[in-house]
């Protein structure tokens, strides 16, 4: 089987921005991707990682706030309430957080690695993070979140440590 090895994407790259893929059919290559997906995000310190930040364009996820691995595939949240507001960093946007309004519980369905149908409910930080990485699913990033001038702000930041910066708008 052959086996490539995956980097996480920063902010700039075109594929950030694509709508994932749902996967049709499950195979031992997206078994393969989800753990090192998991690699990735725990040397990165972070609590989640969607394909698309690690160069897949396809609807799958990563999760761990520290009570567990979640590893979802085709992940879709089916009901939300409530509301928080949370500073949140990106994997894919070393070094920047963002205060982000969220919904505080949210119901998760999505399927397991073997294809076995899920519904999860969370809250609070696990929804958050939940919430996160499905919209990494959908092209959207925490900078979309942002004023007009917070992204400036941000621009300039990722391009003194190196990072390509995305059109403002």
């Known amino acids: 089987m052959e086996r490539t090895v995956l980097q996480i994407k920063t902010y700039g790259d075109?594929?950030?921005?694509?709508?994932?893929l749902l996967v049709k059919e499950i195979m031992p290559r997206h078994r393969?991707?989800?753990?090192?997906m998991a690699r990735l995000m725990y040397e990165g310190n972070g609590v989640g990682l969607a394909a698309p930040q690690a160069g897949v364009n396809e609807a799958m996820i990563v999760v761990?706030?520290?009570s567990g691995l979640y590893r979802l595939i085709n992940p879709k949240i089916t009901s939300s309430s409530g509301s928080q507001i949370n500073?949140?960093?990106c994997l894919s946007l070393p070094g920047v957080c963002i205060k982000v309004k969220r919904a505080e519980k949210v119901r998760v369905?999505?399927?397991?690695?073997?294809?076995?149908p899920?519904?999860?409910?969370?809250?609070?930080?696990?929804?958050c993070v939940f919430q996160h990485e499905i919209d990494h699913l959908k092209g959207k990033?925490?900078?979309?979140?942002?004023s007009v001038l917070e992204?400036?702000?941000i621009n300039k930041a990722l391009k003194e440590i190196g990072v390509q910066s995305c059109k403002l708008i």
Do not use: C, T
């Not at 393969?32 to 090192?36: A, P």
């Open 32 to 36: 393969n991707i989800l753990s090192q």
């Open 141 to 146: 990033l925490i900078v979309d979140y942002a």
């Open 118 to 127: 899920l519904n999860i409910e969370a809250q609070g930080l696990l929804a």
């Open 64 to 66: 761990d706030i520290g």
């Open 109 to 116: 369905k999505a399927q397991d690695e073997y294809g076995k």
């Open 87 to 89: 500073q949140e960093g």
């Open 14 to 20: 075109p594929g950030l921005r694509k709508r994932s």
């Open 151 to 153: 992204r400036i702000k």
